[in-house]
Nanobody, 127 residues
Framework: QVQLVESGGGLVQTGGSLRLSCAAS????????MGWFRQAPGKEREFVAA???????????YYADPVKGRFTISRDNSKNMVYLQMNSLKPEDTAVYYC?????????????????WGQGTQVTVSS
């Protein structure tokens, strides 16, 4: 069982930055692929970014097109943490952001491919 707790959300102006953090429990954190998703009011939860677990090819990352070049996902396996650095924020980035983990080193982008979820953290970008 993995428990995930997000933090770092808040209110920021257009063009600003935020760093989201996700603290994970569990002794095999490095073997889990981790993802960030978001859900805006009235919309479905959507993929934002993912990072694979440690494998022979190193750590792989993948981003949704709307956030490429602005967001960066990273992980610190020594601390059981995953981060989402968000720069150049736009009003359309406003959503509840969720951290998710899947029991595999291979990252995925569908919500049903993740096994564990955090409670979410609100990000609001004002125009």
């Amino acid at each position: 069982q993995v428990q995930l707790v997000e933090s770092g959300g808040g209110l920021v102006q257009t063009g600003g930055s935020l760093r989201l953090s996700c603290a994970a429990s569990g002794r095999t954190f490095s073997t889990y692929a981790m993802g960030w998703f978001r859900q805006a009011p009235g919309k479905e939860r959507e993929f934002v970014a993912a990072i694979g677990g440690i494998g022979r090819s190193g750590v792989i990352t993948y981003y949704a097109d709307p956030v490429k070049g602005r967001f960066t996902i990273s992980r610190d396996n020594s601390k059981n943490m995953v981060y989402l650095q968000m720069n150049s924020l736009k009003p359309e980035d406003t959503a509840v952001y969720y951290c998710a983990a899947r029991s595999s080193i291979y990252l995925k982008i569908r919500t049903d491919e993740y096994d564990y979820w955090g409670q979410g953290t609100q990000v609001t970008v004002s125009s």
